[in-house]
């Protein structure tokens, strides 16, 4: 399906790590960044949509931007693409197990080609997938996590981007759960920017988001009601910048 949202609203988040050092106190910056929650979504279960970009101004290697975090049943889910070395400009998406496992409790169905899949370990773990799928920075990308359940005693899962430069979908990947018909639980959405690499340095990373969106099972959308950004803990020093822009 092709986009069919208006520009609601712009964010622009813009984190500069602090070099200042008090006495007693050694400077402090956080791996994850600034953040941005969408609450009251009185319409959520079925589906999850946001939209983010990256620019040039401040990409730097070692970035997550985070798109959509979500809860679908007992466990928690996450999706948004990733700046590495080597000009490699991918997207993740992944499922927590509900305790730590040697063998993710998720399994995929559908895989789009060249899409690695995996799993993860470090803080909890689960199965992950990465897709080198050269997102262009300065593009729009919306993402889509939608749930079905088929009657099998499972749930699946689908993870789906809208490229706003070639207006085209894709299906990147589909997760199955083990439990029957979940749900997705909340009416909050956030995104945020990471420096996922601990030994990376700490410079001016910036993230753009807009257009978060719920659906429920009857098709009827919802947005947030209201909103919260802030940075992370430690000597972040951060600008924000929200633009309302009306729908045409």
């Known amino acids: 399906m092709k986009s069919k949202f208006n520009t609601l609203f712009l964010l622009l988040f813009l984190a500069v790590c602090s070099l200042q050092t008090m006495k007693a106190q050694t400077a402090s910056c956080p791996s994850w960044g600034p953040y941005l929650e969408g609450f009251d979504m009185a319409n959520s279960g079925e589906l999850w949509y946001s939209e983010a970009m990256a620019d040039n101004t401040c990409k730097k290697v070692n970035t997550y931007y985070s798109t959509l975090n979500f809860s679908l049943g007992p466990r928690g889910g996450y999706a948004g693409i990733q700046y590495k070395a080597n000009e490699i400009y991918n997207n993740i998406f992944s499922m927590w197990d509900l305790q730590d496992s040697h063998v993710p409790q998720c399994t995929t169905e559908y895989v789009a080609p060249n899409t690695y899949v995996d799993g993860f370990g470090g803080e909890g773990t689960g199965l992950h997938t990465d897709n080198p799928m050269s997102w262009t920075p300065g593009t729009w990308y919306a993402t889509v996590v939608r749930r079905w ?33 979940a749900q997705f639980t909340g009416t909050k959405l956030g995104g945020f920017v990471e420096n996922w690499n601990s030994a990376a340095s700490k410079a001016t990373r910036c993230g753009y988001f807009r257009n978060f969106w719920s659906m429920n099972t009857q098709g009827n959308w ?27």
Request: aromatic share 14%; charged share 20%; no cysteine.
């Open 149 to 181: 359940s088929t009657g099998d005693g499972k749930t699946r899962i689908g993870f789906f981007m809208y490229n706003y430069g070639t207006q085209k979908w894709k299906h990147y990947v589909t997760i199955v759960t083990p439990e029957n018909d």
């Open 222 to 248: 919802s947005k947030p009601a209201r909103y919260t950004a802030a940075a992370g803990t430690g000597s972040w020093g951060q600008k924000q910048h929200l633009i309302i822009q009306r729908s045409k």
